[in-house]
């Protein structure tokens, strides 16, 4: 599965996409976490605390917030896309 990052966390990460393999059960949490995992710059746009995600970061699978999905616990296939936008701010 391909993860496109956006905007400051493409800088933090130094990559625009990374590739992550999904098995069985696997959730959206778990796809954060590898994220993390491999760019730690991400954490702190990414995620509050151990394990809750940060108000204003968006994360899309196919185009639709995982907030109007099952949030975290968002189950993932192979063929879903999934885009993280850190937070906007303008004015």
Known sequence: MQVKLYASLRQA???KMLDVDIHPDMTIRDVLREATH?????????????????????????????????????????EDHVDIFPPVVGG
């Open 13 to 15: 990460a130094g990559t």
């Open 38 to 78: 491999r760019y730690p710059a991400l954490e702190k746009f990414i995620w509050v605390g151990a394990d809750e995600l940060a108000e204003f970061v968006h994360v899309f699978i196919n185009g639709m917030n995982i907030r109007q999905m099952a949030g975290l616990d968002t189950p993932l296939k192979n």
